[in-house]
């Protein structure tokens, strides 16, 4: 199965085997309530091992009251005037790990 762009209530998700995750792309805020919990059944439905949402500060409350961890906070990320963030939750521990880590570290020293 390709990976494909769709609808969740009124926010837009990128989904597939690919990438083996589902990408919050884009939070409508009518869906705070329920985005999360149905991502999650998405993502156990298909076996993904990854869920990846990108959240404007103010609302990542109730992903971290189900489980995401904050991965990366980039300001001004909404129209250039709003925090934003990029939450993760795993289902399988090897997604946490960079495999490239210690290849970036690598090149950063070799530039440096």
């Given at each position: 199965?390709?990976?494909?762009?769709?609808?969740?209530?009124?926010?837009?998700?990128?989904?597939?085997?690919?990438?083996?995750?589902?990408?919050?792309?884009n939070?409508?805020?009518?869906?705070?309530?329920?985005?999360?919990?149905?991502?999650?059944?998405?993502?156990?439905?298909n076996?993904y091992?990854?869920?990846?949402?990108?959240?404007p500060?103010?609302?990542?409350?109730?992903?971290?009251?189900?489980g995401y961890?904050?991965e990366?906070r980039?300001p001004?990320?909404?129209?250039?005037?709003?925090?934003g963030?990029?939450?993760?939750?795993y289902?399988?521990?090897?997604r946490?790990?960079?495999?490239?880590?210690?290849?970036?570290?690598?090149?950063?020293?070799?530039?440096s």
């Amino acid at each position: 199965m390709a990976d494909r762009i769709e609808q969740i209530g009124n926010s837009t998700i990128h989904h597939g085997k690919s990438s083996n995750r589902v990408y919050l792309m884009n939070l409508n805020k009518k869906d705070v309530s329920s985005i999360a919990c149905k991502m999650e059944c998405l993502a156990k439905k298909n076996a993904y091992t990854k869920i990846v949402a990108k959240i404007p500060d103010e609302l990542i409350n109730n992903f971290l009251e189900n489980g995401y961890n904050i991965e990366a906070r980039i300001p001004k990320l909404y129209n250039g005037k709003t925090d934003g963030s990029f939450m993760c939750k795993y289902f399988d521990e090897t997604r946490k790990t960079d495999v490239f880590k210690s290849r970036c570290h690598e090149i950063l020293e070799a530039a440096s």
